[in-house]
């Protein structure tokens, strides 16, 4: 490869690189520091390590950052995750049983972080380009501690820049990917909706 043939080389390089990082990561830091708010709906579908289908389900989510937010998820089963910015409620309907941890332990280096947490994004997780997979633009972003409970989430969006899905892997294995529509961004929310009392007679397990 002679002089000339590689500065193009190089150029090309450099190009496909600057192309990366105006992909998906660029617009999870564009997300992050843009929106507020966000309501969305969403399809939940959870494969085992041999990649089948072990479960599907649906809700709701509304969040509003830093630490707020609300999951719904209304089949197969319904339970309820609330944020309310200093704990995480999780209300499961049918044992009726709710279990609250602390905000700061349990969102720091958790997915709910890279929707609903600060903006650092970059404090808790290390950020890969993966590229763009037929209409979507995909990022990868793994836990720098290594405590949690999964490996790693990938999140995909429009090349407008908006938010289209989110899958996680955990340490056993199962990915579970979060397919999400009707997204609304900023919108308006009632502080209502990041408020939880566990009902009346409900087991309630604590950190």
């Known amino acids: 490869m002679n002089f000339l043939e590689r500065f193009y080389f190089l150029l090309l390089l450099s190009l496909f690189a600057s192309i990366a990082e105006a992909g998906a990561i660029s617009s999870l830091k564009t997300f992050v520091q843009d929106t507020r708010t966000v309501r969305a709906a969403f399809v939940q579908t959870v494969l085992d390590k041999n990649t089948r289908v072990v479960q599907r389900g649906g809700g709701t989510m509304q969040f509003e950052r830093p630490g707020k937010f609300r999951w719904v998820y209304e089949k197969p089963y319904e339970q309820l995750i609330v944020g309310d910015g200093?704990?995480?409620?999780?209300?499961?309907?049918?044992?009726?049983?709710?279990?609250?941890?602390?905000?700061?332990?349990?969102?720091?280096?958790?997915?709910?972080?890279?929707?609903?947490?600060?903006?650092?994004?970059?404090?808790?997780?290390?950020?890969?380009?993966i590229g763009l997979q037929g209409d979507t633009e995909w990022l990868e972003a793994k836990p720098k501690a290594k405590e949690g409970t999964f490996e790693w989430v990938r999140l995909g969006f429009s090349?407008?820049?908006?938010?289209?899905?989110?899958?996680?892997?955990?340490?056993?294995?199962?990915?579970?990917?979060?397919?999400?529509?009707?997204?609304?961004?900023?919108?308006?929310?009632?502080?209502?909706?990041?408020?939880?009392?566990?009902?009346?007679?409900?087991?309630?397990i604590s950190d």
């Open 86 to 129: 200093a704990r995480i409620w999780f209300y499961d309907r049918d044992l009726d049983q709710v279990t609250v941890r602390k905000l700061d332990l349990a969102i720091g280096t958790s997915p709910a972080a890279l929707l609903a947490g600060s903006s650092n994004i970059e404090a808790n997780f290390d950020l890969v380009e």
């Open 159 to 204: 090349p407008a820049g908006e938010l289209k899905a989110m899958e996680l892997h955990d340490n056993f294995g199962q990915t579970t990917v979060l397919t999400f529509f009707q997204v609304e961004q900023n919108p308006k929310l009632s502080a209502e909706l990041f408020k939880f009392s566990p009902p009346e007679g409900a087991d309630v």
